[in-house]
């Protein structure tokens, strides 16, 4: 059996279920741009001493929305699929690497034991290692640009001072999440019509 040459050939064709991933690359895409916008609207606010409370007009308002419009997404997909469950092996490391965050950003802001270019560093570890847990269950070559990637985003954050480490991690999460969901979602929804 010949393999595809190009690597986002072969993830589309060694999925089972196109529909189900193309969803799936949809829901990443949203949330990566969504926080992208985040944090580069984070790093304007704080830059250019923008007289606006930003937890409440930036984050709070674009999480909650989002929050309410992926829960209908999810439920769309589960309609269509039946009931909706994380099976493979990636899935549930990224399930935990989620967890992670959010513990890790909750209780940084909560008892400040760390500072945000630290926070994001951490955060930029972590996802390097659901790329990298990605790239060994599913040899994508992708997750392997987007591991390194997020390696050096981790580096970068602790060179560099805050605010511009809102600006870099926004970016990244352009450049190492966004933008390889989008080009795989490109391929399935070609290879789906």
């Known amino acids: 059996m010949d393999l595809p040459t190009n690597s986002i050939d072969r993830i589309v064709t060694d999925y089972p279920d196109m529909?189900?991933?193309?969803?799936?690359?949809?829901?990443v895409l949203f949330w990566a741009l969504?926080?992208?916008?985040?944090?580069?609207?984070?790093?304007?606010?704080?830059?250019?001493?923008?007289?606006?409370?930003s937890v409440t007009y930036v984050w709070s308002l674009s999480l909650f929305m989002a929050?309410?419009?992926?829960?209908?997404?999810?439920d769309l997909i589960r309609r269509e699929h039946g009931e909706f469950k994380v099976y493979s092996r990636s899935g549930q490391v990224w399930m935990v690497c989620i967890a992670i965050t959010v513990v890790t950003?909750?209780?940084?802001?909560a008892f400040a034991w760390i500072t945000i270019k630290?926070?994001?560093?951490?955060?930029?570890?972590?996802?390097?290692?659901?790329?990298g847990v990605?790239?060994?269950?599913?040899?994508?070559p992708p997750a392997l640009c987007c591991t390194v990637g997020w390696c050096l985003?981790?580096?970068?954050?602790?060179?560099?001072?805050?605010?511009?480490?809102l600006l870099v991690f926004g970016t990244c999460l352009i450049a190492f999440a966004a933008f390889p969901s989008f080009l795989i979602y490109l391929r399935l929804r070609q290879q789906t019509v």
């Open 118 to 131: 630290h926070l994001l560093g951490i955060i930029a570890l972590v996802l390097a290692v659901g790329y």
């Open 67 to 74: 929050t309410i419009a992926s829960i209908v997404y999810v």
């Open 153 to 165: 985003c981790a580096f970068l954050l602790l060179q560099i001072e805050h605010p511009y480490s």
């Open 34 to 53: 969504l926080f992208a916008k985040c944090f580069i609207l984070e790093y304007c606010v704080v830059a250019y001493a923008v007289p606006i409370n």
């Open 19 to 27: 529909a189900l991933r193309k969803r799936h690359h949809i829901l």
């Open 134 to 140: 990605q790239y060994f269950y599913r040899r994508e």
């Open 105 to 109: 950003a909750l209780t940084s802001f």
